[in-house]
């Protein structure tokens, strides 16, 4: 076990149940990018801390940030304060966030940039971020779970390659098919990368792990085993040897046909699959349950913009949809930076009421 773990023993917590394929008792709700700039109290430390990335590397102001919703709101489930993108900063790719503008990368450009990459000092390079999660695991109320997570190699190739955010990522696809074993090369380092990384986040006292495929969409169907599905499975297999009662979530965005969903989810191997906004749960719920995998998602993070009458009727819904089935709420994608806390208040009164 874990040095993390030992000293977490306490009430049950819901979310761990969920992951385990329990339907029993409420659905557990966390939200992605519930810590964020829609928070005030966030915006004030952000304002303190210089870049984005000093904020992830320092552990006092990311542990602080990380516990800001749980204290606001009670959620179930706290999520590390940190960003995919460390892991190529950890690699030895020069990763900056511009204010208003988001992620820069010097992209990479062949096969030489991937040969270069150097997943080999990625453990210290990222010790901050580990010690946060202990600061977190510290902290946390008992019955409140403690969520880690990485990028997924197809994910963080977009960014790597792209050189920044994009809705349609044209040089990684061009890269990809230009390069095929390069292309192969870096999705290797990074399975190992992810694996080292999602390893030392359990061994500080993380209890289960997210994995954000979040551009997982882009990916041909022709491509969708080579890109998304074995790079999960590899990830999955490797931590579930080391650390086989740790729960994997796995999010593959966008991939929304109900046959490669299927295909994607339960070829991944992972207990919980996280669904986007453009995910029917009425349909997903028959995909998956009443197998033992639990589901998570999926309201539309738009409707957190109001009305809030609105908001509570399309939770409503997925709750029907999801009744008698392990199940998470949470949004279909993060957070977005005009929602007022107050709804998200509403949203967790509300998930917290249900009978249990
Ligand atoms: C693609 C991706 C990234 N980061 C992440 C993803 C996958 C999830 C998704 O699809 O959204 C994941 C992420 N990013 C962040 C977290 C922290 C935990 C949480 O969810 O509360 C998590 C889990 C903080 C963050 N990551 C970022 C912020 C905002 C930066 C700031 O405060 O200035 C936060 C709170 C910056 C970031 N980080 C990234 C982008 C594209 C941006 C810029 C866009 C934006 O600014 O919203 C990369």
Redesign the pocket.
């Known amino acids: 076990m874990s040095e993390g773990q030992e000293g977490r023993k306490g009430p049950p917590k819901r979310l761990l149940a969920k992951l385990k394929g329990t339907a029993a008792g409420r659905p557990p709700i966390w939200l ?6 829609y928070l005030p109290e966030y915006r004030e430390v ?1 304002a303190s801390a210089g870049s ?1 990335l000093d904020l992830c590397y320092t552990p006092s102001l990311a542990v602080e940030v990380t516990l800001q919703p749980i204290r606001r709101f009670g959620l179930d489930a706290a ?7 460390v892991v190529p900063d950890a690699m030895g790719m020069d990763v900056r ?1 511009v204010e208003g503008e ?2 820069r990368l010097e992209p990479l450009k062949g096969p030489a940039d991937v040969e270069r990459l150097d997943g080999s000092g990625l453990r210290r390079h990222l010790q901050p971020v580990y010690e946060t999660v202990r600061g977190i695991a510290r902290a946390l109320p008992p019955d409140v779970a403690l969520i880690g ?1 990485s ?1 997924a190699p197809w ?1 963080l190739a977009a960014y790597m390659i792209e050189g920044r ?1 994009s809705r349609e990522f044209a040089a990684l696809t061009h890269f990809a098919t230009t390069h095929p074993e390069a292309f192969a090369l870096l999705l290797d380092k990074l399975v190992l990368a992810i694996v080292e990384h999602l390893d030392a986040q359990i061994r500080a006292g993380a209890e289960a792990v997210q994995l ?1 495929d ?1 551009w997982a969409g882009l990916i041909p169907a022709a491509r969708l085993d080579e890109w998304c599905l074995t790079p999960a499975a590899r990830i999955q297999e490797a931590l579930r040897q080391r650390h086989p009662d740790i729960p994997l979530l796995f999010f593959p ?1 966008g991939i929304e046909r109900p046959a490669d969903l299927a295909r994607v989810a339960l070829g991944s191997g992972a207990a919980g699959i996280s669904l986007g906004t453009g995910v029917s749960m009425r349909w997903a719920a028959d995909l998956f349950g009443p197998a033992t995998r639990c589901i998570q998602g999926n309201l539309d993070p738009e409707l957190l913009l109001g009305p809030e009458a609105r908001m509570l009727q399309a939770a409503g819904d997925i709750l029907k949809a999801t009744a008698g089935r392990p199940h998470i709420f949470n949004l279909g ?2 957070v977005i930076k005009d929602t007022a806390p107050e709804t998200v208040a509403t949203l967790v009164s509300y998930l917290q009421s249900q009978p249990d």
């Open positions: 992605m990018r519930q810590a964020g700039r952000r984005f999520i590390l304060f940190s960003d995919i993108l966030f988001g992620p997570f990028g994910t955010g954000f979040s965005r994608h993060g």
